[in-house]
């Protein structure tokens, strides 16, 4: 795996992105990549608790925009697309990554044992999405959130649109669309996105401590009850609204906003959305 590195001890697994370059951000490749290492430390039964990372500067920037403006992998889209021509606008290159990625959150969801994401700088649009599936939210104390997705006029997806009303409201979560604040790590506590803010000093310390008594907890009755507090939050739900997420997104993605959107991203400049 490229740009996946696995590593464990203890019980404890640890999954971490290394694309610092691209802010964690993930290519098919590497969606691929965290959907396998996902699966493997979700049913490994000697791993025990299991920590979510990035490397660097972030935690997960979501889709690569950049390799989804490139065209991403023909090759890969020829199992989505069969015999047809693959249609114009973007949303086949969005279809190629998130079909991994939600398939990892859907795991993360439904694994007997606790996930935790530790974040340590920036979790935006489908990264944010990630750190908000797992179970437990370690932040660093120069840790950001970031919805993200309007600015390059995309709906949501990874999650984000079916748990963050049931993190946070649904007024809170109407703001965090629709005005897209970028949450401190004290921001995001203090709205029960994170469980836990720590000074950047002590972080690693900190995560591996709170894995190891994960660890070595009651590891099946953390899933039983996990699974029961999930079916009370609705979270049965999750992979019916993965797909409406993956279908909304699509579709967005082959719009004349996303166009612009993604331009602007490009261009390192603010998008300018209006009706022709």
């Known amino acids: 795996m490229d740009h996946i590195r696995l590593s464990s001890a ?98 993360i969801r439904r694994a007997a044992k606790p996930f935790v994401a530790a974040v340590d700088g920036i979790a935006a649009a489908g990264g944010f999405g990630l750190a908000m599936s797992c179970d437990l939210v370690l932040a660093s104390d120069r840790a950001t959130f970031e919805w993200a997705y309007g600015k390059t006029g995309l709906t949501g997806a990874e999650s984000s649109t079916f748990l963050l009303p049931r993190l946070v409201g649904l007024r809170k979560s109407m703001e965090l669309m629709l005005l897209n604040p970028r949450l401190t790590a004290r921001d995001a506590l203090s709205l029960g996105l994170v469980t836990r803010v720590i000074d950047y000093d002590e972080f690693d310390e900190e995560v591996s401590a709170v894995a190891r008594t994960l660890a070595s907890g009651p590891t099946r009755a953390f899933g039983v009850a996990k699974a029961l507090i999930n079916q009370a939050a609705g979270v049965d739900r999750l992979d019916f609204h993965l797909d409406q997420e993956l279908q909304h997104l699509v579709r967005s993605a082959n719009s004349t906003e996303f166009k612009e959107g993604l331009m602007a991203f490009l261009e390192k400049r603010a998008a300018v959305f209006g009706h022709a």
């Open 10 to 107: 203890n019980g404890v697994g640890t999954i971490t992105i290394d694309r610092a370059s691209r802010f964690n951000s993930l290519d098919v490749n590497t969606a691929r990549d965290l959907r396998k290492a996902g699966l493997q430390m979700a049913r490994d039964e000697k791993i025990r608790a299991v920590v979510l990372r990035g490397t660097g500067n972030a935690f997960c920037s979501g889709a690569d925009l950049k390799y989804i403006a490139s065209g991403g992998e023909h090759g890969d889209l020829a199992y989505l697309t069969a015999a047809r021509e693959i249609p114009e606008g973007y949303g086949e290159r969005f279809k190629q990554i998130l079909e991994y990625l939600h398939s990892t959150i859907s795991e």
